[in-house]
């Protein structure tokens, strides 16, 4: 039996996270490590459910600005179910990423959407965006960056809608 081809896939929101996509997605990535997106920026357009999850991370072109992220080793199965997961408003764009001052050719998934505001996430998205940034060492400037983002918490309210959207993300996996 032949073993599915590996690539790249760079995440830049909650994938950044290699326990995230281990629990929740099932994949284990043969490797991941810290990279940078040039010419792009992080922008919080990708509308949410509802008040309480008001949007989610994605990313755009932009001169001069830099996404950093996670490139994670993986399979075309793997690729495959992150693409079915995140659903069919998204377009898979292969571009290049630089880790240890190497350029890498990677895939990532871009949010399909005419909204152009960078809305606040919730809290809770962005304390998981905070984290994965850390569990990648990604730099600290940038980590800096995400924690000063603006963001909606609403006490009670969130915690409570919080369970439902991991219940949501897990029965979608």
Known sequence: MNKPKTLFYFGYGSNMSTQYLIKRRKIIPLESQAALLKDYELIMNMGGPNFLEPSFANIRPSKESIVEGVIHE??????????????????????????????????????ITEETDDIPPSKRYLKILI???????????????????????????SEIFSLRVYLWVWLRT
């Open 74 to 111: 993986i399979d075309e199965v793997d690729l495959q179910k992150i693409i079915n997961t995140e659903g069919e408003d998204y377009q898979l764009v292969k571009l290049s990423v630089f880790t240890e001052g190497k350029r890498k050719t990677a895939y990532t998934l871009i949010y």
């Open 131 to 157: 984290s994965a940034a850390k569990e990648n060492n990604l730099s600290i400037a940038y980590i800096e960056k995400l924690e000063k983002r603006p963001n909606v918490y609403y006490p009670i309210l």
